[in-house]
């Protein structure tokens, strides 16, 4: 029996469709790890906008509560999901894997920086709310440095370009 010469390249083709190239893999991480860390900043925006300041203080130096933690986190697994628009099994394992890697590199930029003693320090909602920006810019920072350029702004320059949506 012959096989014709289109079914091997055909097989080929077929089992490349299902394997992401490198570089697609680090989109995929860095929308992720975007989303997740949106949805990890409007939760702790919205807690100090009700008046719960002490609360996120608590939660990111880590003397908070367990039940207080555990609600926290999963008002941001939510939000994930609502953001990542994936569902079933797949939505968890994604809010699974990325949610702690994204927490766990704002604790780490938060004690780097000496963001948390700063936020024990002002007590104001605006100022709060400034330093959560800040933090938020470290994270970002740590999740998806620019290696690969080094390409930085410099104090005397202007203001960056407006980035545009795509």
Known sequence: ??????????????????RLAAWQTGRLFRKATRSALDAVQDVLRAEVLQGNGELVREFLVGKALPVA?????ERMAARLLLRLGLRGAL???????????????LLKAGHKSGLFEKVGQHATVQDTLRRLD??????WKR????????????PNDHEPPAQLSA
């Open 1 to 18: 029996m012959r096989i014709p010469l289109q079914v091997p390249r055909f097989l080929r083709s077929a089992g490349q469709t299902g």
């Open 69 to 73: 933690r555990a609600l926290l986190l």
């Open 91 to 105: 939505a968890s394992n994604v809010v699974g894997w990325v949610l702690p890697l994204v927490v766990e590199q």
């Open 134 to 139: 800040e933090l938020r810019a470290a994270t």
């Open 143 to 154: 999740l998806a440095p620019d290696h690969g350029t080094g390409a930085q702004w410099l």
